[in-house]
């Protein structure tokens, strides 16, 4: 039957625009090698790899195959998932469920991306249906500008309430030693002087593209009592998909984000998110779609979350931070995201995340990732075993 | 807790011009969900597709087929983004876990639809070494071929004999691109590739599709009153650097295969298994892999194709379904290979089905250059 499983250790590369000193089999052996130091275990106590990118990014074919050789997988078991923007939320759900399937013990997620080896706006633009809707494509930005636009429209937020959510992640992000973007922003009028990309939505509300990758190391009970590190406990998850939107126009919807949560907290007995969980990581490629997701997941009132962050609510020594690393728009490897995102609730859950410690005791955690067709993938996890 | 497959469904493999990739899985959904009475969309609480972007020329290729399978605003979707006998393998995963009781897998691909295979399996080589040679999976079956010649002292009329045979067993099976049978001279006159191998020593390009219902137990014994259980799973990674491997040593065959007949407890598959349906994309793969999942000792798997064991009548049958080289697209061909095992383990008693009673079958999946991962499953007719 069903086992638990835990996170025994992670590791995370720097993250940079562009990593030309090394290649995708290298900077992906970066990350095993801290996740490996950090669980105090070595590659031979790996019983199986999951690995994943947004495989037309790099434009590379069958990725695992070249990075079997650099991350120590030749002559083990291994699977490849890919579910673009969230490929690193499903990496970390299937080694939850191999390890709680009671298959293998321990097991490695590895995600990345080398943005710059190949062309991420060509590769994305193929997202959108090639008989209805990719005459018309303009990668994420139009997507999120679009999104933006919306958000204020519904709340009567005003315009500077994105930026109101940079100045928070960039602070987060000065803590945070992997970050990509450390911006020294003071004020919300120093961000609002970033250009426009499409009105509402500036350079500063979207995130960057990096280079990086990170990796968690997953095991069972039985092991991880015996690891180097506190377990960090995987609670639940959930993914769920909203299909088609390239193709149907129509409203703008976050009715799958709304189902996940309810569905996962439900399930799990949290009547008050906010109250309940202690920090969020949450996959929010642009300052906009964070205010609104955080009322999709249930962590505020609809149409209320901007004022929330205006009373600083979401700030990293309040009872709620979200986001202490520093989030998607200040580091975002696309296929290793969201597993960051993991990997980053799993630090704080520990007490190890350094300058970026939550000053709340946290125990229970959630983390999660979006993409697609806008869909989205959650986990809870928690600093003990219940 | 046991893990079974209720049903399943397939598309024939033929060139489909009209339908797009998510239209072929639309197809194989609403068959599967017909044969067990499961409602779209609420009938199963996961599903994993498995198709590539590369060949559906498209990011996220899983939109448009999550979509097809009810993954909008219901279960949750997740596409394995390599050979579909690894989707299986995962959506046993899926519901060992206890994550879902009833899965839906499906598989999907328009080869026919690529113009030049070629530059994809170019692009899946390391950028320093092996792709600016112009290596494609071709090329590198070609050097494997190569190697297991000089090591066994093999020749192309054996690799000819597989297509021969493998393309007789075809001749029943409805699914396959192409039912016709083709003589030994025909074979060695085929247009060279890269030699050995000659455009009939390779798996016919097709477009197609496929899908079954995993379940646990008690869900499985509802749903059907002939499941097949899934006994054992196996896979394993090869180096992907061909120098850094002895070509003709399927190593990763080897481990992927012991871990399947462990977990399986099964000691010698030889008499243990009563058939195989193995994923040959090239012709000297069936020998190769034969051996790799020791049904004979190394060198011998020619000698055990001529002496006529490995026929559908012939005491331990191989690919009675025809394996793939009649025609099966990639991606589905691992989780073809699934439902072959799992389909004539069903029909157990069917008049001319060719084996007695089968009781447990092996499925294989291969994927990569020279076979780099193996997927080895193993099945128990559960009635």
Partial sequence: ?386 | MKVGIVAAAQSPFREYPEWRPQELTYLVVEEVLKKTGLPFREGYDDIITCSSDHWDGKTLSDIEHGEMAGAHLGPGEEKVGMDGANAVLLGYIKVLSGHADVVLVTAACKERDVLDPCVIENFGFDVTYQQLIGLDFTQAAALQAMSFMHKYGLKREDFAEVVVQMRRNGQANPHLFSQQEVSLNEVLGSEMLAYPISSLDKKAPCDGACAMILAKEERAKELTEQPVWIKGIGSCYDAHNLGDRDLADPEALFRAAKDAYRMAAIKDPKKEIDFFEISEHYSYQLLLWMEGLGLCERGESAKLLHSGKIGKEGGMPVNPSGGLLGGVPRYVAGANRVIEAFGRLQEKAKEGAGIKEPRVALAHGAYGPAGQHHCVIILERGF
Wanted: net charge neutral; proline share 4%.
């Fill in chain 1, 1 to 386: 039957m069903a086992r638990r499983a835990a996170v025994v250790g992670v590791g995370q590369t720097y993250h940079r625009a562009r990593r030309p000193d090394v290649n995708i089999g290298e900077i992906c052996t970066e990350a095993v090698r801290f996740a490996l130091e950090d669980a105090g275990i070595s590659i031979k106590d790996i019983d199986a790899f999951i690995t994943g990118n947004m495989e037309l990014f790099e434009g590379r074919y069958a990725q695992d195959m070249w990075q079997a050789d650099y991350i120590g997988a030749v002559g083990k078991p291994g699977i490849r998932v890919t579910t673009g923007g969230t490929t690193g939320g499903t990496l970390a759900c299937v080694a939850f469920e191999t390890v709680a399937s009671g298959i293998f013990d321990v097991v490695i997620a590895v995600g990345f991306e080398k943005q710059f080896e190949g062309d991420t706006r060509a590769g994305l633009k193929t997202v959108a249906d090639p008989l209805w809707t990719r005459w018309q494509t303009t990668g994420a930005i139009g997507y999120f500008a679009r999104q933006a636009r919306y958000y204020m429209k519904q709340t009567g937020a005003p315009e500077e309430a994105g930026s109101r959510v940079r100045l928070r992640l960039a602070k987060h992000a000065l803590r945070n030693p992997h970050a990509h973007l450390r911006l020294q922003l003071q004020s919300v009028e120093e961000v609002m002087k970033s250009p426009y990309l499409i009105p509402p939505l500036r350079q500063l509300d979207m995130c960057p593209t990096s280079e990086g990758a990170c990796a968690i190391i997953v095991a069972s009970e039985e092991k991880a009592s015996r690891m180097a590190r506190k377990p960090v406990w995987a609670k639940d998850w959930i993914t769920v998909h909203k299909e088609g939107v390239y193709t149907r126009g129509g409203q703008h919807s976050v009715a799958d984000l709304e189902m996940a949560a309810a569905k996962l907290f439900g399930r799990n007995g949290i009547k008050k998110p906010m109250a309940e969980i202690c920090v969020a990581e949450i996959y929010a490629p642009s300052t906009w779609a964070e205010l609104e997701w955080l009322e999709a997941y249930g962590f505020s009132k609809k149409g209320q979350a901007w004022e929330l962050e205006e009373k600083g609510q979401f700030d990293f020594d309040r009872e709620f931070p979200v986001n202490p690393s520093g989030g998607v728009v200040s580091t975002n490897p696309i296929g290793a995201t969201a597993l960051i995102r993991v990997a980053e609730v799993a630090l704080q859950l520990r007490g190890d995340a350094g300058e970026r410690q939550i000053v709340r005791k946290p125990t229970l955690g959630f983390s999660t990732a979006w993409g697609g067709s806008g869909w989205t993938v959650a986990h809870l996890l928690s600093a003990t075993k219940d």
